[in-house]
């Protein structure tokens, strides 16, 4: 019997997967708990539906992401920090604070997770950070570290 998975199964599926499943594992236990739905004409309909708007939210969102990146690869962020007189940093640039001045400065939202720093910045100058937006699409931001 052909089954729609409405949640992540393990060892049998994924949610919105259709599978053969046996008559009695469908009916004594999928459809019970809940847990898959008969794949009839009207649910691979509904199947069908819900994958192309997934499609089309997930394609919108790469355009957004492509946009940001856009934007990015135009600003030169201007982090002042206190220094010493060879250059070096007290404390570090972290990506936490990268992310809260693009919020403050230009009003763009990105989570410091996906700022790649292998390690803080400690020294003044400019500084190229790849920033992962979404798969597959990745920014560049330059970094201006300067003393106050």
């Given at each position: 019997m052909k089954v729609i998975l409405k949640a992540d199964i393990k060892g049998v599926?994924?949610?919105?997967?259709?599978?053969?499943?046996?008559?009695?594992?469908?009916?004594?236990?999928?459809?019970?708990?809940?847990?898959?739905?008969e794949a009839n004409n009207d649910n691979m309909v509904k199947l069908k539906a819900k994958q192309d708007a997934n499609a089309y939210k997930k394609s919108q969102e790469k355009e957004e992401a492509k946009k940001t990146a856009e934007k990015l690869s135009k600003i030169q962020l201007k982090i002042p920090v206190k220094a010493g007189e060879n250059g070096k940093v007290f404390g570090g640039?972290?990506?936490?604070?990268?992310?809260?001045?693009?919020?403050?400065?230009?009003?763009?939202?990105?989570?410091?997770?996906?700022?790649?720093?292998?390690?803080?910045?400690?020294?003044?100058?400019?500084?190229?950070?790849?920033?992962?937006?979404?798969?597959?699409?990745?920014?560049?931001?330059?970094?201006d570290v300067i003393s106050k």
């Open positions: 599926g994924k949610k919105d997967q259709v599978i053969n499943a046996s008559d009695g594992y469908a009916r004594n236990f999928l459809f019970p708990k809940n847990l898959a739905v640039v972290s990506a936490k604070e990268i992310a809260e001045q693009l919020k403050a400065n230009y009003k763009i939202e990105v989570d410091k997770k996906k700022i790649e720093l292998k390690e803080t910045i400690k020294t003044l100058g400019v500084r190229t950070v790849t920033i992962k937006l979404y798969e597959g699409v990745t920014g560049t931001l330059k970094v």
